[in-house]
Nanobody, 122 residues
Framework: QVPPVESGGGLVQAGGSRRLSCTAS????????VGWFRQAPGKEREFVAS????????YYADSVKGRFTIYRDNAKTTVDLQMNSLESEDTAVYYC???????????????WGQGTQVTVSG
């Protein structure tokens, strides 16, 4: 299977907003939960947000709760991450993937794509 493609990264000032997009084939997303993860320099990849197959259930890391929102459009086969009130600690490469087994939450990530870099300055 071809992993999803992330886009939307870039340089943003602290306090600003950015919207990331994850695109994949309908077959890839199908009935699985999809999530966003990130990896900062020198750190391990960490969970950011996850959304169930039907878009009803969402989960967030404590560090982004109230600032980030995950959306899913199954018709367009995209999963977006709206990031507001960005902080320098949000600087990282952001990845999306589906869960290998679950339609509710991503606990067992599938393949990783190239990711998209988000750099928060100031």
């Amino acid at each position: 299977q071809v992993p999803p493609v992330e886009s939307g990264g870039g340089l943003v000032q602290a306090g600003g907003s950015r919207r990331l997009s994850c695109t994949a084939s309908a077959y890839y997303f199908d009935s699985y939960a999809v999530g966003w993860f990130r990896q900062a320099p020198g750190k391990e990849r960490e969970f950011v947000a996850s959304i169930s197959w039907d878009g009803v259930n969402t989960y967030y890391a404590d560090s982004v709760k109230g600032r980030f929102t995950i959306y899913r459009d199954n018709a367009k086969t995209t999963v977006d991450l709206q990031m507001n009130s960005l902080e320098s600690e949000d600087t990282a490469v952001y990845y999306c993937t589906k869960d290998k087994f679950s339609g509710v939450v991503v606990r067992t990530p599938d393949y990783w794509g190239q990711g998209t870099q988000v750099t928060v300055s100031g």
